[in-house]
């Protein structure tokens, strides 16, 4: 677990955080503490914090906790980085099927600080989604499944 990042534990707090963070891009990373890939992502965030403080708030969600959110945004991959701003949902074009959630770890710090600037920028434009930063060779790609219920 990365303990320069704060942790979310509980739907009330996810609640809260979305409510209250504003004129700043609010990061959570959607994971398990004990998964590899997050360990790596949860290590580019810490590094990225301090950096990125005037622009994000940057917050860990335990899938397992706060299984409402893991539902509603539809997290079957981890990690899993979701984007909001001023409690709206920020969604990206990453090039992907999916683009209301970062999917993976980044590759570098570099691409995370870019793509929260282009987040930012974007979003005090009035833009609800913007094109990633991110160079398409560096974004993980992954197959959607759909299965009729």
Do not use: W
């Not at 004129?23 to 990373?29: A, I, Q, S, T």
């Not at 914090?49 to 899938?63: C, E, G, K, N, P």
């Not at 570098?108 to 930063?133: C, H, M, W």
């Amino acid at each position: 677990m990365s303990y320069v990042l704060k942790s979310l534990n509980k739907k009330k707090d996810v609640d809260n955080a979305i409510k209250t963070c504003e004129d700043k891009v609010l990061v959570m990373r959607f994971g398990r503490e004990t998964d590899g890939v997050c360990q790596q992502l949860d290590d580019i965030l810490a590094k990225t914090s301090h950096d990125l403080s005037r622009m994000a708030d940057i917050y860990i969600v335990d899938v397992d906790t706060v299984p409402v959110y893991t539902r509603y945004f539809d997290i079957s991959l981890i990690p899993a980085t979701v984007f909001f701003f001023n409690g709206q949902h920020m969604k990206v074009d990453y090039g992907t099927p999916d683009h209301t959630k970062f999917i993976g770890s980044f590759k570098t710090k570099q691409d995370f600080i870019d793509l929260v600037e282009v987040i930012l920028r974007g979003a005090l434009r009035g833009k609800l989604i913007v094109n990633s930063p991110i160079d398409p060779q560096n974004v993980p790609k992954y197959n959607l499944l759909y299965k009729d219920i």
